[in-house]
């Protein structure tokens, strides 16, 4: 089969929440979709938001058609395509790659095979190499430095595998939700990282939780960076942004000289590698 034939009968949907920002979006989530289309040279890599707002707020304001995954799924099955690869570009299993997964299970009737790859943190194995990306990408010059990462997080609806210290470190299905930050946090203190801290928007551990624990060990300065694919509103605003609860000001009235790191974790060529490593498998 030669590759013109291959890409008509296969496609591969690279699957992200979105940004209304377009630096990001090109640096991040612009960069995971070209490093996938390396590993795939033989297959279409098609681009879909699940926020409709965003999806809504493009068309309208700069006339950028971007499909939702479901929309995508209809349009591959009238084009006659047999074959889907899903890669989501999620941090973890959380509600949006639950909602993501109810769309497929919906769509495999009306295809041959449907794989699905990992989001970004799903093993032990990828949290160590999460890890050892952190310390690279955004390094601590001194002692008195603590570097604190924003994640996005789940609110707690439901009780989930956070609420079980038992079940932080257990890799697969359970480990979802808030409890990847958990065992981020263990894995960069497991290296020797203790400088490190992770806290969320929108789920645990809250800044509040962390704030404290940075005053006690004595730390002069602090480094704010989202852990998050794309640097888009949540980086922006509730990270650097001159509200006064944003975390910028937050550590700055405690006392804390701040630096902040407007850069989306998508732009790190570890994560753009482990993304397709993910829909390799």
């Excluded at 949290?127 to 008195?144: F, S, T």
């Excluded at 480990?175 to 263990?186: I, K, M, R, T």
């Excluded at 700055?252 to 490593?277: H, K, M, N, P, Y």
């Amino acid at each position: 089969m030669n590759n013109t034939t291959a890409k008509k009968q296969r496609l591969l949907l690279a699957v992200s929440f979105g940004t209304s920002f377009a630096d990001t979006r090109e640096k991040t989530i612009g960069a995971i979709e070209r490093r996938i289309e390396e590993r795939f040279p033989d297959c279409t890599v098609r681009r879909c938001f699940t926020s409709r707002m965003i999806r809504k707020k493009l068309l309208e304001r700069d006339g950028l058609k971007i499909d939702s995954p479901e929309e995508a799924m209809q349009q591959a099955r009238q084009k006659g395509i047999r074959e889907l690869i899903i890669q989501p570009l999620y941090l973890m299993h959380g509600f949006e790659h639950r909602r993501l997964m109810d769309s497929i299970r919906e769509a495999e009737p009306f295809f041959d095979r449907i794989a699905v790859g990992k989001p970004l943190l799903s093993d032990d194995t990828d949290l160590c190499a999460m890890a050892a990306a952190i310390r690279r990408n955004l390094p601590a010059a001194d002692p008195g430095t603590a570097v604190v990462l924003m994640g996005h997080g789940n609110e707690k609806k439901k009780k989930t595998a956070a609420a079980d210290p038992a079940a932080v470190r257990t890799p697969g299905p359970d480990f979802e939700d808030n409890a990847v930050f958990s065992a981020l946090q263990q894995t960069l203190l497991d290296s020797g990282a203790d400088n490190y801290f992770i806290a969320t928007v929108e789920g645990q551990p809250e800044i509040g939780e962390t704030l404290p624990v940075i005053k006690e060990r004595g730390f002069r300065k602090v480094i704010l960076a989202p852990f998050m694919v794309v640097a888009g509103d949540h980086a922006r605003n509730d990270l650097a942004g001159e509200d006064e609860d944003s975390w910028k000001n937050v550590f700055t009235r405690s006392g804390f000289e701040v630096e902040t790191v407007l850069r989306g974790i998508g732009e790190w060529q570890e994560v753009q590698d482990l993304f397709a490593a993910h829909a390799a498998q």
